[in-house]
C-alpha cells in the first residue's frame, strides 16, 4: 500500500501523521509513505528524522483580509497542485491524506483531481481554512470534536480523534525523565507553549524562578527554539534554579509526557489529545492569535468537564500562574479527579479508526 501524507508549519499537523505512519506500519510492513510539505515548515526538520521519505513545494499561507499577498498565493496555490500532481504521478499512491497547515491544500487538491482517495484529518473544534476548502473535494473529513461535525459537508464525515493519542501510549516514564536531566523520584511540571514557544508565556514563567527554586517540584520548561536564546539569557540573570531544566524544544515528548504530573500550555488540539488520551491534568492558556480563537473552544472541550483549567492570557501573571501550579500539583485528590476526567475525554484508539477510515475508503473507491 502506498501513502501520499501533508501537512506542516506548525507540530501540531505534522506529528498527527507521522502517528498515522506508526499505525499503518505496524499493521503493515510493506507499506510505502511519501510526505509532501514545505521547506519552511518544522515539518522539513521532523518528518526526515523520522526516516519518511520528505519531498516539498512552495506555498504560503491565504490571508483572510484583502491583501496584495493573495495573488501570489493563488499563483502559488496553482504552482503547488502542478508540483504535487508530478510528485503524486510519479509516486501512485493508494490514499492522499491531508493533517492539515496551507501546505496540503495543493497536495490534497491534487490528489482528488488525480482521482486518487483523499482524506483530512482535522484536529481542531473549529477548522481552518485550508480544510474548509478542502472538504468540497475529498472523500472524507476525519475529526476529533463533535463541534467540528457542522463544519463539513454531511456524509464525509468520520469522528476518529488524534492519532497521536494512541502515539503517546505505552512509553517509559523514568527513561523520559531521564533524557532531560529530570529527577524521577520528584513530582514535575512540564511547560511549554506549544510547538513553536509562545512569548507570553515564557514572560510570565521567568517571573516564577525565584518562587519556584524553593518548591518540591521539579519542572521542565520549552521555550520554542526561536526564544531560547533570550530565555536562556533572562534564565541565568534570575539565577537559573537546579529544579527548572530549560530546553528549546525535545523530539521525545511521548517519552516526557509519560513523566509529566501536570502540564501548562497553550491548547493546541494535537497537545489536547497527547494529555487527555494519558489522563494529565494540565492549566491550558490558549493563544488567543488563531482563528476563529479556536484554542479556547478546545481549551473549554476539557476545563468544562474538569480535565483542566482555564488561564486567559488576558489574565496571565507570575503570580497566577505559580498559585494555580501548586493549588492543583500540592492536592493529591485534585490531581486524581483531574487524571480521571481528562481520560474520559482521550480517544487512545484514534489511529487505528483512521486507518480503517483509509483502508475501507480504499476498498470501496
Ligand atoms: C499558533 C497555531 O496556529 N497553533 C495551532 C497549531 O499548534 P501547535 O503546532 O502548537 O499544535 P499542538 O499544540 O496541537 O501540537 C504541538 C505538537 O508538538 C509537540 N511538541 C511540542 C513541543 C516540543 O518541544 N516537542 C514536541 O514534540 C507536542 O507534543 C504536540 O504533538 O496546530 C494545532 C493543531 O491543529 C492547533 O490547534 C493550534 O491552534
Known amino acids: 500500500m502506498k501513502i501520499a501524507l501533508s501537512g506542516g508549519g506548525t ?15 505496524k499493521q503493515d510492513k510493506n507499506a510505502e509513505f511519501l510526505y509532501i510539505g514545505t521547506k519552511n515548515g518544522l515539518e522539513a526538520s521532523i518528518v526526515p528524522r523520522a526516516n519518511i ?39 501512485q499512491p493508494d490514499v492522499v491524506i491531508g493533517t492539515g497547515g496551507y501546505v496540503c491544500g495543493p497536495v490534497v487538491y491534487a490528489g482528488a483531481k488525480l482521482g486518487v482517495p483523499t482524506i483530512i484529518h482535522e ?13 468540497k473535494y475529498v472523500d472524507k473529513v476525519a475529526v476529533c470534536f463533535d463541534e467540528a461535525v457542522a463544519s463539513f459537508p454531511k456524509g464525509k464525515v468520520v469522528m ?6 494512541t502515539e503517546v501510549l505505552g512509553q517509559n516514564a523514568i527513561n523520559g525523565k531521564l533524557s532531560v536531566g529530570l529527577d524521577p523520584a520528584k513530582p514535575s511540571v512540564l511547560i511549554f507553549g506549544g510547538s513553536r514557544g509562545a512569548r507570553p508565556i515564557n514572560d510570565a514563567v521567568l517571573k516564577t524562578f525565584t518562587q519556584l527554586a524553593s518548591r518540591p517540584y521539579e519542572v521542565l520548561y520549552i521555550t520554542g527554539e526561536v526564544h531560547y536564546e533570550s530565555v536562556k539569557k533572562e534564565a541565568e540573570l534570575a539565577g537559573n534554579p537546579e ?34 488520551s494519558l489522563g494529565i491534568p494540565s492549566i491550558l492558556i490558549p493563544s488567543p492569535y488563531v482563528t476563529n480563537n479556536h484554542q479556547e473552544k478546545n481549551a473549554r472541550a476539557l476545563s468544562d468537564h474538569g480535565a483542566a483549567e482555564l488561564l486567559l492570557e488576558g ?51
Not at 12 to 20: M, S
Not at 160 to 165: L, S, V
Not at 333 to 360: E, Q, W
Open 11 to 25: 507540530g501540531g499537523h505534522i506529528y498527527p501523521a507521522l502517528a498515522l505512519i506508526r499505525e499503518i506500519q
Open 53 to 91: 521519505p520528505f519531498q516539498s513545494i512552495e506555498i504560503s499561507g491565504f490571508k483572510r483580509s484583502l491583501s496584495l499577498d493573495n495573488v501570489k498565493t493563488i499563483w502559488r496555490f496553482l504552482k503547488g497542485v502542478q508540483e504535487s500532481k508530478k510528485m503524486l504521478k510519479e509516486f
Open 243 to 276: 529544579n527548572i531544566k530549560i530546553k528549546p524544544f525535545i523530539h521525545n515528548m511521548p517519552e516526557v509526557l509519560a513523566g509529566t504530573d501536570l502540564a501548562v500550555t497553550r491548547a493546541g488540539a494535537t497537545t489536547l489529545a497527547e494529555l487527555t
Open 315 to 365: 489574565d496571565l501573571s507570575a503570580n497566577k500562574l505559580i498559585e494555580s501550579i501548586d493549588r492543583i500539583l500540592l492536592d493529591e485528590d485534585k490531581i486524581v479527579a483531574m487524571k480521571s476526567a481528562a481520560k474520559k475525554i482521550g480517544v487512545p484508539d484514534a489511529a487505528d479508526r483512521l486507518y480503517n477510515v483509509m483502508k475501507k475508503l480504499m476498498k470501496d473507491k
Open 160 to 165: 476518529t480523534g488524534n492519532p497521536r493519542a
Open 123 to 135: 484536529q481542531n473544534s473549529v477548522p481552518g481554512l485550508t480544510n474548509k476548502f478542502l472538504s
